[in-house]
């Protein structure tokens, strides 16, 4: 599949590899494809990005993952359905980081593999963008269908992205105008996939 990659979407998968690097992570997941997609100065997800405001507001990107990882892999939807119930996550964080320390939570810290495996979610991303790419009918898969991919997968990335006004149809609109939609939303978009051929 890699060498249907256009050299702005290798950059991305090789830019996700480095932040896993950088956190100690087991694996590389979907989160550390999307921080590479918002590190991009260049491509047509870097303008999607940009048109978006998402450039503006990296930083609150990356906090609110930083915040899911910490939480282990609790997203703002699922503290606030749990503090519905009356339970305090950040509070049950702080008393579990005071007896066994920062990010005890933290369920994708490396446990000695020396090579990063790519977990499920990113996989599904990889696999999705293939999908989204040939529904298009596109013949290559460039950066702008990995970040479709991670709007249309449900899943910590797309809450936050959506969080951040950035939802499979906004994405669309800002790549291609409003135009034909590709392969369908799904539950991270809010619309139903729709199968490519």
């Known amino acids: 599949m890699f060498e249907r990659f256009t050299r702005n979407a290798r950059e991305v998968v090789t830019g996700a590899v480095t932040h896993a690097e950088r956190t100690d992570a087991a694996s590389v997941t979907e989160e550390h494809l999307l921080l590479a997609l918002l590190d991009r100065q260049e491509g047509r997800a870097a303008f999607a990005v940009a048109s978006l405001g998402l450039a503006d507001r990296r930083a609150s990107v990356a906090a609110e993952l930083a915040t899911v990882r910490r939480h282990g892999g609790l997203t703002r939807a699922d503290t ?71 709007t249309a997968c449900p899943g910590v990335a797309a809450e936050v992205l959506a969080a951040h006004g950035a939802t499979y149809g906004a994405v669309n609109r800002a790549l291609y105008g409003g135009g034909e939609a590709g392969e369908g939303e799904g539950e991270g978009g809010g619309e139903r996939f729709k199968k490519a051929g």
Do not use: M, N, Q, W
Request: aromatic fraction near 2%; hydrophobic fraction near 40%.
């Open 80 to 150: 606030d359905a749990l503090a519905g119930l009356g339970i305090d996550v950040t509070e049950i964080v702080a008393r579990v980081e005071e007896a066994h320390g920062e990010g005890a939570l933290d369920r994708a810290r490396r446990r000695g593999a020396r090579r990063r495996p790519f977990g499920r979610g990113a996989k599904g991303i990889l696999t999705r963008s293939l999908r989204i790419a040939a529904g298009r009918g596109d013949r290559f898969i460039g950066d702008e269908h990995l970040l479709l991919a991670l």
